[in-house]
């Protein structure tokens, strides 16, 4: 069965750069998550999106951005990228919005910032 | 929102004996609670999840419990395996997003 995709895997980046991270959802999945996990810490939920408008909002930076696409694919745009950025990045989905259909989660870019 | 926390970060079982993962949980008004799986490099995994209506929800070889009494969530996996040995998060939500507690390291002694 088709799984979330993440793309890039993984990602290095110097202070101040950016950084792009895209996520495909299960097909016929409209709703997706952003979570981001540093070492040794639980995944933390920054944002989310449903039929392509956001539908929630987590602890995300300013300096992050987010928009999820007609085909429902999502990019995670990372500005002035500080050392504290370096973490592992998960992208979720989820069928209908529906707040008890199960979560996917995809296998993550690891992101490391220098 | 509050955050769902577990008792112990990590838990030492021998195979084929049974695993029990526990979970304080300090929001209220969570409705919904789900248990996952995450192995090294990997994204969570989900294994089980069960609504606030219902104290008891069983899957394959494992079980989920939850006292809202006392906000107490466990996991239990029965007659654990080496594949069992990963981090396991629990999490809750009262509305959509996901708030996961500090995972719990579960090795699995031969």
């Known amino acids: 069965a088709a799984g979330v995709i993440q793309s890039p895997r993984h990602l290095i980046k110097e202070k101040r750069e950016t950084a792009t991270l895209k996520c495909y959802p299960i097909?016929?999945?409209?709703?997706v998550y952003w979570y981001q996990q540093g070492p040794g810490q639980d995944p933390q939920f920054l944002i989310s999106?449903?039929?392509?408008?956001?539908?929630d909002k987590g602890s995300i930076p300013d300096r992050f951005s987010a928009q999820q696409f007609s085909d429902y694919h999502s990019e995670l745009n990372m500005s002035s990228l500080e050392l504290g950025d370096s973490a592992l990045y998960f992208c979720?989905?989820?069928?209908?919005?529906?707040?008890?259909?199960?979560?996917?989660f995809g296998p993550g870019t690891r992101l490391t910032v220098l | 929102g509050e955050s769902v926390g577990l008792h112990l970060p990590t838990l030492s079982v021998q195979e084929g004996d049974n695993s029990i993962i526990n979970c304080a949980y300090s929001?209220?008004?969570?409705?919904?609670f789900i248990w996952y799986k995450q192995e090294s490099g990997k994204g969570p995994q989900f294994i089980i999840d069960?609504?606030?209506?219902?104290d008891k929800r069983q899957g394959q070889r494992v079980t989920v419990l939850l006292n809202k009494t006392v906000k107490h969530l466990s996991l239990q996996i029965a007659a654990t395996q080496p594949g069992d040995s990963a981090v396991y998060f629990c999490?809750?939500?009262?509305?959509?997003?996901?708030?996961f507690g500090a995972g719990t390291t579960v090795t699995v002694r031969a």
């Open positions: 069960i609504r606030s209506n219902m």
């Open positions: 999106f449903y039929e392509k408008m956001q539908s």
């Open positions: 929001n209220s008004a969570s409705d919904y």
């Open positions: 097909p016929r999945h409209d709703t």
């Open positions: 979720a989905s989820s069928s209908f919005g529906g707040r008890y259909n199960e979560q996917f």
């Open positions: 999490a809750d939500s009262d509305d959509y997003k996901l708030s």
